[in-house]
């Protein structure tokens, strides 16, 4: 069983930044992969960045050179940094995982980008 539990949502003006975290229990996080998917209203769920245990990274190409995502195994938590924010990145942020044939994913967050 895996729980993840998203943190750092919120309203922020365009060019503005946020950082995400998801926090995620279990034994064997240091292997999970991560992604964080996106989801705006009317629109199906986006994969928006993925990390591997090995720390390897791919991006959507709409957010490529603004965000990053990182990984503290220690912490047992990703992170999701987002830079020169646009109204286009407004949505539903989640994270994921998958284990043992499973996916988790957390409750989600809300990133509203607006003057």
């Known amino acids: 069983q895996v729980q993840l539990v998203e943190s750092g949502g919120g309203l922020v003006q365009p060019g503005g930044s946020l950082r995400l975290s998801c926090a995620a229990s279990?034994?064997?996080?240091?292997?999970?992969?991560m992604g964080w998917y996106r989801q705006a209203p009317g629109k199906q769920r986006d994969l928006v960045a993925s990390?591997?245990?090995?720390?390897?990274?791919n991006y959507a190409d709409s957010v490529k050179g603004r965000f990053t995502i990182s990984r503290d195994n220690t912490k047992k938590t990703v992170y999701l940094q987002m830079n020169k924010l646009i109204p286009e990145d407004t949505a539903v942020y989640s994270c994921?995982?998958?284990?043992?044939?499973?996916?988790?994913w957390g409750q989600g967050t809300q990133v509203t980008v607006s003057s």
């Open positions: 279990g034994n064997f996080f240091n292997i999970y992969t």
């Open positions: 990390i591997t245990g090995g720390g390897n990274t």
């Open positions: 994921k995982t998958d284990w043992l044939g499973r996916e988790y």
